[in-house]
């Protein structure tokens, strides 16, 4: 009898050796292997922590396991202390996402295993992401690239962050860990203060319906900061047409910086020649090639080299052919010296106001002054029935040929030692001599 209890004890003492195992053994096997926790284990992604001890996590509290119950083992501590023993928690002063505060580290986390790096309950980040946050919108026709993979953390931090929305990085670094060639932008000679300052002023960081993820279509985008710009051209008389053109601002604007002053994509001429370096008609106007005339001409007005904003407004203005001034459309104007007021900005109003004179003008003949014949007259006479506002091939800027109505006729004007002649349709040949 007592050597049959002796063995009785021994075989007790073995079979609870096989659920009582020390602290320090590993449990993870024996919990999947029993065949009630087996599927918490075995998806790619295992915790650390239950892979290495159950017991790192759980704790029994003395009832018979397993039980009726199925409440024989309980945390160690509550979330989120809990994962704080192994994970950092909260840092004062930083931005923090709302379950990360409150501690609901299971609403985004599995405990055990996942098939989703970092454990997630869902099958990317931005599946999860949009759970809570309704922004991943695929029907519309522009969306960052990190978003479209459902890749949100490569700009957000999923806890907790020093900058505002989550940030990694603060703005504009965060996007130029990105756009590095956007950011060699910034040392250029003319930078929009918007690029300098918030990209987000401009861009959505999501989903846009514009292109390039820009928050309105241009020109509208533009009028948010320049609307002393969009007045303009609403009271305006003449616009220019490339402002209603595709591209609008952007044809003749970069957006972000420029090596040329007001953000232009060429200096001037060069970048109105993008447009004007062809003769076509534009409804019932004909636009000159003003660049082959001013390349291939022998003389060139002095304000063309300067620049066309010299004497041509480059958005919109009240005056025919966005001059600043006055000037005359048509062949022929009333008698005034306000007709004139673009080209008496340079030229001095005498030419047009003393009929006898040695000095004033070389158009005369003897004394007379035949700009005053020609201008100071009931049907006035306009600068460009004589002269090519751009460039010519003959002194004075003298026209090979002026548009009259739908014609263009030759003026047929040779030039003397001291005087000239021209020969026109609206007179015979006239000589002067000075």
């Known amino acids: 009898m007592p050597g049959t209890i002796h063995f009785i004890t021994l075989a007790s003492m073995f079979f609870w050796s096989i659920f009582l195992l020390p602290v320090d053994s590993p ?5 999947t292997a029993s065949g009630c926790h087996e599927t918490l284990m075995g ?3 295992v915790h650390e922590a239950a892979a290495d001890d159950c017991e790192t996590c759980h704790e029994s509290n003395g009832n ?45 986390h599995s405990p055990h295993s996942s098939n989703t790096p970092k454990l997630l309950l869902a099958k990317t980040s931005g599946d999860l992401c949009n759970e809570c946050h309704e922004i991943d919108d695929e029907e519309k026709s522009s969306r960052h690239p990190p978003m479209r993979r459902g890749k949100c953390v490569e700009c957000h931090d999923p806890h907790q962050s020093a900058q505002s929305s989550l940030l990694k990085v603060g703005i504009p670094y965060l996007c130029f860990s990105c756009h590095k060639d956007v950011e060699k932008q910034e040392n250029e000679e003319s930078v929009h203060p918007p690029f300098e300052e918030e990209c987000m002023e401009c861009h959505e960081p999501h989903v846009s319906d514009q292109s390039w993820l820009v928050r309105e279509p241009v020109p509208d985008l533009c009028y948010s900061c320049h609307e002393d710009m969009k007045e303009q051209l609403a009271s305006s008389p003449v616009v220019h047409p490339a402002i209603s ?24 001429p060069g970048l109105c020649y993008r447009c004007h370096s062809d003769s076509r008609k534009i409804g019932d106007k004909i636009r000159v090639n003003i660049r082959q005339k001013v390349e291939n001409s022998k003389y060139v007005h002095p304000p063309v080299e300067d620049g066309c904003s010299t004497c041509h407004a480059p958005h919109a ?34 030419f047009l106001q003393i009929p006898e004179t040695d000095s004033v003008t070389e158009f005369r003949n003897g004394r007379k002054n035949l700009h005053v014949v020609h201008v100071m007259k009931e049907k006035a006479m306009v600068c460009v029935d004589c002269h090519d506002v751009h460039g010519s091939d003959n002194e004075h800027l003298i026209a090979d040929k002026i548009r009259f109505g739908k014609w263009e006729m030759p003026l047929h004007y040779k030039a003397t030692e001291n005087g000239g002649s021209c020969r026109p349709a609206c007179h015979v040949k006239k000589t002067y001599q000075r």
């Open 43 to 45: 998806k790619a992604t």
């Open 245 to 268: 053109e595709r591209k609008s601002c952007l044809g003749c604007h970069v957006p972000h910086s420029s090596s040329h002053e007001t953000l232009l994509r060429k200096k001037q």
């Open 317 to 350: 203005g009240a005056f025919n052919f966005l001059l600043p001034k006055e000037f005359p459309k048509g062949n022929y104007t009333v008698p005034k010296l306000a007709s004139f007021a673009i080209c008496l900005e340079c030229h001095d109003p005498e």
């Open 27 to 31: 449990r993870p096997e024996g919990c």
């Open 64 to 108: 018979e396991h397993p039980g009726s119950q199925g409440a024989e083992f309980k945390l160690v501590e509550e979330t989120p202390d809990l994962c704080f023993q192994c994970h950092d928690g909260p840092e004062k002063g930083n931005t923090l996402h709302s379950p990360f505060e409150e501690g609901e580290c299971l609403s985004c």
